[in-house]
C-alpha cells in the first residue's frame, strides 16, 4: 500500500575495522529503527567463557560452554546521554570489557563454534522480526536475514583501515605502530574469510561501500539514498 510506514531490515557485513558500526548506528539513529552489534554478541559469549576459564591457548572447553548457552543472556540498552549502545551480559554492563584485547584475542575460537552461532543467530533473527532494524556482523546478508531490504558489503583498503585505527590508538596514547596494526587486519580478514562456519562473504545482491576514500557524512548520505530507494521500492 502506497505511503504505509515501511520498516526495512538493513544488513551490513564487511571486513574488521571499516566503520560498520558507526555508520549502522547513525544510519540507525536516521531512521529511529534499532542497532544490533552482532560483534558484541560473540564478544559477550566469549567474555563468559573467559571468565568460566574455558578458553586456554585457543582451545575451549565446547562441550561446557554448548551446554551453558541457555545461561548466557544478551541484551543492549542505548546510552541517550552518549548516544551509544550498551551490551549486557546476564544484567552486567559488559561494554568496555568485551572491547578489551583479551577478549578481542579470543574472539576468533568462539565466533568459529558452530552451535554458538546458531544460538546466536536465532537471538539476532528475533531482534529482526518486526524490521525497523539495522544489523552489522558478517553473515547477516548470507545467513541472519538472507531477505534483508538492504544488504551492504563494507570494505575498505587494509593500509587505510590501519591508519584510522593508528589514529584511534595513539589519541588514547596506546603506543603501537603502523606495521603491527596493518599485520593484525590482514590476519582478522584471513580469519574472517577462511573459517569453515558462515565464513565471511558477499551476498550476491548486496551493494558495496568501499569507503577508503569518503567522509563519514558522505557516506551516510550514499547509504540513505540506498534506503530512499528500498523503501520507494516497498511502498509501491
Ligand atoms: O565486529 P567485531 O570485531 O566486534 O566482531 C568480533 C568477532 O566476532 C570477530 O572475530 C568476527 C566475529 N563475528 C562473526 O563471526 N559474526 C558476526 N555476525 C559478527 C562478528
Known sequence: MKGKQTKLVI???????????????????IMSYIYVDTGAMYRAVTLY????????????ETPLLIDALNDIHISFQYNEENQTN?????????????RQLEVSN??????????????LVKLQQEFGNDGGVVMDGRDIGTVVFPHAD??????????????????ELTAKGDSVTIEDILANVEKRDYIDQNREESPLTKAADA????NSRLTPAEQTALV?????????????
Open 106 to 119: 579470543n574472539v576468533s575460537v568462539i565466533a568459529a563454534i558452530g552451535e554458538v552461532r546458531r544460538h
Open 150 to 167: 538492504l544488504k551492504i558489503f563494507m570494505t575498505a583498503d587494509p593500509m587505510i583501515r590501519a591508519k584510522r585505527r593508528y589514529d
Open 207 to 210: 551493494v558495496v561501500l568501499d
Open 49 to 60: 567463557a573467559l571468565r568460566k576459564n574455558w578458553i586456554n591457548e585457543d582451545e575451549v
Open 224 to 236: 540513505m539514498e540506498w534506503i530512499k530507494e528500498k523503501k520507494e521500492e516497498k511502498d509501491v
Open 11 to 29: 544488513a551490513i557485513d564487511g571486513f574488521s575495522s571499516c566503520g560498520k558500526s558507526t555508520m549502522a548506528k547513525d544510519i540507525a539513529k
Open 86 to 98: 550498551v551490551t549486557f551480559l546476564n544484567g552486567e554492563n559488559i561494554e568496555t570489557e568485551i
